[in-house]
């Protein structure tokens, strides 16, 4: 039995294949763009053109993510939060605490063995500490955007930005590069940066809960990921495409739907 | 208008009526205008700051755009920011009323206060009781609507907010208030039950427009409403100062605890959603609410009074999808 997750995000669009015997059977990631809603179609037609299917052949679809009410052929939309949840508990059966750091939004999700959530806080008005918030910072570094984790592990100094706020964060780090602070140090200021404001939502939550998975593009940043482990005190568990699991988790929802 | 008595939060209104004034809660007049930013607008040309209360700005504006002359002022018990707008609403020319509710709950320092207001307002005590008798009146429907949203079911949590939030006033006539919320309930009898997932909202009245509309859309319904309830005094006490003793709205955190906690048992509450105003001190509160209460509890901010922005929609949704998978019994 075939199903098929989208998730449709601020930034990247995911479909994914499932079949109930073999898994994952493909997926694709494009960029959302300005019209998501043909950005969900073509991901849908690419995903299925991969293994060679119709979508005729799909018995459930299920969107997820901001764009999932722009699907029109998804039968049913449900949020991340709980798609996010459904994907990791299928990669990580141990995962108690997922953290998803994507395009304009950090959430924090207390998971149970059964993959439901159970509690989730998440970033309010602003996208600070979200990939939004790098991509700005990388812009104002002039540093291309997935050499900045690298770059960012040789740091010597401790260097905080204390503004979280993307627009005073921007300027505190123009600053910083005219005191002629190192950039690596810069760099990993702003991933701590990040990694504290983490570290904020998890403890509303009550703390670190062992299994942690991270997942969303910004687990792609290695700089980040080091940082919250450090925070944290404890390793992250990262699936090897962690932009997927919101789609995944939409997918095997929809295969709860029809089994 | 200059019978109208303008004041920024519940107060004794029976005291107002009985006064022979209009009384006039300001948070309602700004927020059910046709575009209430107007006056955060005037607020702000008179010089408020933008980091500041949104409801604040907006009672400001409503006395100066429509030349309220008189304010009861909620001194304690209410607003952290509300000495300094009677201070300017007095330098504008204002007449304040300093009214307060005293933090310890003190009986006597609350007697006097209730006795300063009456003789501030120069009320003939002999017609107060007869004004308390009906508005006691208007009270029991009040209560009533508000078991029928959560036992019966049969109302809504919007309309269960309008009710009771206007009670603070009483749109101005307390009789035709009693007549208006008597027709209501002989509306709704036939209704169906309302279905969903039971939600519990706690903090003040809401400044964005459509919360209650989007609860209901994503499959959940508003069964308690913490301060509008209190503002309709569900306590039927004989006596005025008793009566404003079990309002627990200005008496801290820790009063209104014991109200939520024993609301949440009796309305069989699923999820609560506390809501708390951009700046307001009542957001530290919230430490003590979430590790407090035994249900799962969602905080949402709003600042201006627009619709909800499109994170806390998701917020909101992701939660009562939540309530409802451990209804289920998923969790």
């Known amino acids: ?259 | 208008m200059n019978q109208i008595v303008g004041f920024t939060t519940t107060i004794p209104v029976e005291v107002v009526f009985a006064g022979g004034y209009v009384p006039c809660d300001l948070n309602n007049i700004f927020i059910v205008d046709e575009n209430p930013l107007r006056f955060i607008e005037r607020a702000e040309r008179d010089g408020f700051p933008k980091s500041m209360c949104n409801w604040v700005k907006g009672i400001y504006g409503v006395v100066m755009e429509k030349n309220i002359s008189r304010v009861i002022t909620v001194m304690e018990g209410d607003c952290s920011n509300t000495q300094a707008l009677a201070e300017i609403l007095r330098y504008k020319g204002i007449q304040t009323i300093p009214f307060s509710y005293p933090y310890d709950r003190d009986r006597e320092v609350l007697k006097r206060e209730i006795e300063k207001l009456i003789d501030h307002l120069s009320v003939d005590k002999a017609k107060l009781s007869p004004v308390e008798e009906r508005i006691e009146k208007v009270r029991t429907n009040l209560a009533l609507i508000d078991r029928m949203t959560w036992d019966e079911k049969v109302v809504t949590g919007h309309e269960n907010h309008l009710w009771l939030v206007r009670s603070s006033d009483m749109l101005g006539d307390y009789e035709r208030y009693e007549d208006m919320s008597k027709d209501f309930i002989d509306s709704i009898k036939e209704r169906n039950r309302i279905q969903g997932v039971s939600i519990g909202y706690i903090g003040v009245p809401p400044i964005v427009t459509d919360l209650y509309d989007f609860i209901e859309s994503v499959g959940a319904n508003v069964v308690y409403n913490e301060t509008q309830r209190q503002f309709a005094l569900p306590y039927f006490e004989k006596d005025i100062v008793e009566r404003y003793l079990m309002y627990t709205y200005p008496y801290g955190i820790f009063s209104r605890l014991i109200d939520i906690n024993e609301e949440i048992e009796r309305r069989s509450i699923q999820g609560i959603i506390h809501y708390v105003q951009a700046f307001c001190f009542r957001a530290i509160e919230d430490v003590i609410l979430r590790e407090t209460l035994k249900v799962p509890v969602i905080t949402i901010e709003g600042d201006l009074p627009k619709k909800l922005d499109t994170r806390t929609k998701l917020r909101i949704e992701a939660f009562v999808e939540m309530l409802r998978e451990k209804g289920n019994g998923e969790n």
């Open chain 1, 1 to 259: 039995m075939l199903v098929a997750g989208i998730d449709i995000g601020s930034i990247t669009t995911e479909a994914l294949l499932f079949d109930k015997e073999k898994g994952i059977l493909g997926y694709t990631i494009l960029q959302t763009g300005a019209d998501s809603k043909k950005t969900a179609e073509i991901a849908l037609e690419k995903v299925l053109a991969d293994p060679a299917k119709n979508a005729s052949d799909v018995s459930y679809i299920i969107s997820t993510g901001c764009g999932r009410k722009r699907a029109a052929f998804a039968k049913e939309a449900i949020t991340e939060i709980t798609c996010i949840a459904k994907g990791v508990n299928y990669l990580f059966p141990e995962a108690r605490t997922i953290i998803d750091i994507g395009g304009q939004d950090t959430k924090v999700i207390r998971v149970n063995e059964r993959g439901r959530v159970v509690e989730f806080e998440m970033n309010d008005k602003c996208a600070a500490g979200t990939g939004r918030f790098i991509e700005v910072m990388a812009r104002a570094l002039n540093v291309e955007l997935d050499k900045i984790g690298e770059i960012s592990l040789s740091h010597k100094k401790d260097l905080t930005i204390s503004s979280i706020c993307t627009v005073f964060a921007e300027s505190e780090v123009i600053s910083l590069v005219s005191e002629g602070e190192e950039l690596e140090d810069i760099l990993y200021g702003i991933h701590r940066a990040i990694a504290d404001r983490t570290m904020g939502l998890i403890n509303r939550l009550g703390g670190v809960q062992k299994d942690v998975i991270m997942a969303g593009g910004v687990a792609k940043n290695i700089g980040v990921v080091k940082a919250l482990e450090k925070v944290m005190d404890t390793s992250l568990k990262i699936y090897v495409e962690p932009q997927i699991v919101g789609a995944l988790g939409a997918a095997i929802l929809a295969l709860e739907k029809v089994s």
